[in-house]
């Protein structure tokens, strides 16, 4: 199948910015899924609200598009309900992490398999450019006229300590690594998180000065590294990407399935 | 009727109803009054192959059920009064997308924390004008286990045929309180089954056009139609709109699949009618104390009747018009400060006859506390 | 019949809601008849002040709560201050003898009885004595018979406990008929 094959094209051109890098993280995802060789059928994408959560609508996939923060609830109904779906959750930073923080904790908590993508690009855009949980300190933004004082989440330390077994970063200049780290977290049997750092030259880029679209990707070339790279000791301000963990723990899906094995037909 | 004799709470027998109706998949957080709906859900769903979740908090807990119920499952989450009030946005989502579940809500007394281990009925018109812009809601009650049982068959019905969430509205008098309940035979309360689409595989389906009689058959995520579900305004597709035309539509279309079939849900039980001059009007566990007081006043030859309505939304006002046309006095016993009446008093004709008969401070109303009312209001003093 | 209502009370802890779940689930489903079981708690698990109401009747039970007990259980000394002026006139007070001074006249029949100190020195431990209590409710009202309150006992608890649990029914039923026996 080529690309084509896998977006509803009568629903394009799409509604992001000129410059904006979800499409990208949306190429990148087809490529993925294709390479797989999976069905457009056993694939389910629930999204959240927010620019992010629009890709659900441009994928020929089982698409749900729910509430605000809440894209990993439902989507662990439709994967507890059905275990045979492949489950993939695009989702926003301040979507994830900000209004969904705890149902992205607890998600990955339980280890259950689908595929969290948060396309990271530090701002509210839907909204008009509010400050989000990973703009970081002393970013500019409409609601920090006069600079965020709040600090930013280190996605992937948090994914680990709230238990994913696997996470990775990448951004949406390095993509044909995006394509293959999405590849890998699919494969994954658990909770797999995907941090993509993703431009937002509409909000982001303008307010904090950080240029036109290519500028921010290249900004995303010049300023990070491959994970334990020799750089990053001189340069701690670098932003490592690449896999930080991957490992197997027991999958919730399966784990149910053996209580359900070990205690059905004993009815009362 | 045949059946096997239990001797349960009302929250668990809302659980052996609810399996009875093909209950597959429950997801919910504890909070009491309503935490053995929860406990026994997570014994009993595996021996039937089902699945239980206890999610992080409300708000997850109905989303899990929207999305298992999309996949095809029936699906029920339970809570109380705080939890309720967490479940609106999500509730809304439901009507939106018109993906059938069921919402169990054992009402304390509140506002906010309130009266956790108390009994109140405070809840009435956030099932009906909770979650946010206009929409139809169907809420549903009961005051005994008999009945509980057959309401809680009706919902997951009423939810399949009409393809909404359906409100159990109980309480925790009901829910706590232990009697009699004999579970029906297999086929002795019939069951609606989800109205699946015949479109064949690699046929366009339009998830969102309605069939001539309102209905929408549905297709289950997962399966061989892959479509879009949203709670944007959307047209035949799923697919986000804007256009006036398609706005106006599903909006007529949401509000009319309901009102229009008011009759179709509409449960209640009336007692000693025909000659009453007064006509107590009441729901849940007041329906109790009201019903204990009619039976006790009529052997003293009291011409007290009883409306007990089972279902609150969509209010069945033409009942109540037609059960009250007679009565001198209209009494609306409730344990709040006055919901059902407001829907009593639009109702019938005549409105100065009703008057309210409630308890506030997290107790059930009594027969004694009714009848003292009722002595004021008939001129006769305590 | 006679509409029997009872209250039994206590503190959390003690087994006495579960004591008056099995007296209403023999009645209804062993002797056919109908009750209702209610209880009003507080927060705490343990130590909390506990009540719980059973109604039994051979006609329907509309209103849930006993406002006036016709048997009126206490097993602690605040349950006895609180509840005891509540008791029907003519109805029975139920007390263990170690945990409530009886100190106020009623209009009722009292059976002050040694449930603690029996359940302690026959059992080693008291965790029999909801039961205990239960076996003598049922002997001094004959409301349900002693079968059908073996039965619900016996489905209660598991293999381990089952044992134990009927000789604290059978020490309570007797009990309570000597005490019935003498004149009350």
Request: proline content about 4%; charged content about 20%.
């Amino acid at each position: 199948m080529s690309v084509k094959d896998y977006i509803r094209e009568r629903f394009f051109p799409h509604m992001w910015c000129p410059g904006c890098g979800h499409g990208v993280v949306l190429n990148a995802m087809i490529r993925a899924v294709e390479s797989l060789g999976m069905s457009k059928n056993e694939i389910v994408m629930v999204s959240g609200i927010g620019c992010s959560a629009r890709i659900s609508g441009y994928v020929d996939f089982h698409s749900m598009h729910t509430i605000h923060g809440r894209a990993l609830a439902f989507a662990t109904g439709i994967k507890m309900s059905r275990p045979e779906l492949n489950v993939i959750v695009p989702m926003g930073d301040g979507d994830a992490l900000a209004i969904g923080g705890n149902h992205f904790l607890h998600a990955a908590r339980r280890n259950i398999e689908m595929t969290a993508i948060v396309m990271n690009n530090r701002i509210y855009g839907m909204t008009g450019g509010q400050f989000s949980p990973l703009s970081g300190y002393a970013a500019a933004a409409s609601t920090a006229p006069y600079g965020n004082i709040d600090h930013g989440f280190d996605i992937a330390k948090l994914s680990e300590a709230a238990g994913a077994t696997f996470v990775a970063r990448t951004t949406t200049y390095h993509v044909h690594e995006l394509s293959r780290l999405i590849r890998d977290a699919i494969l994954h049997e658990g909770f797999s998180v995907l941090e993509v750092l993703t431009q937002c030259p509409t909000y982001f880029g303008r307010y904090n000065r950080a240029g036109d679209a290519p500028e921010m990707m290249e900004t995303y070339k010049n300023r990070t590294v491959a994970v334990g790279s020799e750089k990053k000791n001189q340069d701690p301000d670098l932003i490592e990407r690449g896999v930080f963990v991957k490992k197997e723990l027991p999958e919730y899906c399966r784990e149910y399935e053996k209580v359900i094995e070990k205690n059905q037909q004993k009815q009362t | 009727m045949q059946g096997k004799v239990k001797f349960i709470q009302g929250n668990e027998v809302c659980v052996e109803a609810a399996l009875y109706a093909g209950l597959e998949f429950f997801a919910g957080y504890p909070i009491t009054p309503s935490t053995e709906i929860a406990e026994a859900m997570s014994a009993r769903l595996p021996q039937i192959g089902g699945r239980f979740l206890q999610m992080e908090d409300e708000i997850s807990s109905i989303c899990a059920i929207i999305g298992a119920s999309l996949t095809g499952r029936k699906a029920m989450t339970a809570t109380s009064g705080p939890g309720f009030s967490l479940m609106q946005e999500a509730l809304g989502y439901a009507v939106m997308t018109e993906i059938p579940c069921v919402i169990v809500d054992v009402q304390r007394g509140g506002p906010s924390t309130g009266l956790p281990t108390h009994v109140g009925q405070g809840d009435v018109n956030q099932a009906r004008y909770g979650t946010h812009g206009d929409h139809a809601i169907v809420a549903l009650t009961a005051s005994n286990h008999q009945d509980m049982f057959a309401i809680t068959v009706e919902a997951f019905n009423i939810a399949e045929t009409f393809r909404t969430p359906v409100i159990l509205l109980f309480d925790e008098v009901t829910g706590h309180m232990r009697e009699k309940v004999v579970i029906p035979e297999k086929g002795e309360i019939s069951l609606v089954e989800r109205l699946r689409t015949s479109v064949e595989s690699g046929v366009d389906y339009h998830p969102y056009l309605p069939r001539e009689d309102g209905r929408l058959p549905m297709s289950d995520f997962g399966g061989v139609h892959r479509y879009n579900v949203t709670g944007l305004y959307h047209d035949m597709w799923g697919f986000p709109s804007d256009d006036p035309k398609i706005v106006y539509g599903l909006i007529r279309h949401l509000m009319d699949k309901i009102q229009n079939y008011t009759g179709n849900m509409t449960f209640f039980r009336q007692d000693h009618i025909e000659d009453a001059h007064t006509v107590l009007v009441s729901y849940g566990a007041a329906a109790r104390s009201a019903r204990h007081l009619v039976e006790n006043r009529r052997k003293r030859g009291e011409r007290l009747g009883l409306l007990e309505l089972q279902t609150l939304w969509p209010f069945p006002g033409d009942v109540v018009r037609k059960v009250c046309k007679n009565a001198d006095y209209i009494v609306v016993v409730e344990l709040n400060t006055g919901q059902v009446i407001r829907e009593v008093k639009l109702a019938v004709d005549r409105p100065e006859r009703v008057y309210l008969a409630n308890r506030i401070d997290g107790q059930l109303i009594s027969p004694t506390d009714i009848q003292n009312i009722l002595r004021l209001l008939h001129g006769k003093g305590v | 019949m006679e509409k029997c209502r009872l209250v039994f009370s206590g503190s959390g802890g003690q087994g006495i809601i579960t004591a008056a779940i099995l007296l209403a689930e023999a009645a209804v489903l062993h002797e056919g008849l109908n009750a209702v079981q209610s209880q009003s708690y507080g927060a705490q698990a343990r130590g909390g002040a506990a009540r719980s109401d059973v109604i039994i009747w051979d006609k329907p039970v509309y209103y849930p709560k006993v406002v006036q007990p016709n048997v009126l259980v206490c097993l602690t000394q605040t349950a006895y201050n609180k509840y005891h002026p509540t008791i029907r006139p003519g109805g029975l007070l139920i007390t263990d003898t170690a945990l409530v001074k009886v100190d106020k006249s009623a209009e009722a029949r009292l059976a002050q009885l040694a449930f603690q100190d029996q359940v302690k020195q026959e059992m080693g431990n008291t965790r029999g004595l909801n039961i205990c209590v239960l076996g003598a409710v049922a002997a001094l009202t004959q409301i349900v018979s002693t079968p059908s309150l073996e039965s619900a006992v016996a489905g209660r608890f598991d293999e381990r406990f089952r044992e134990a649990n009927l000789k604290a029914l059978h020490m309570g039923i007797a009990l309570g008929s000597q005490r019935s026996s003498a004149s009350v």
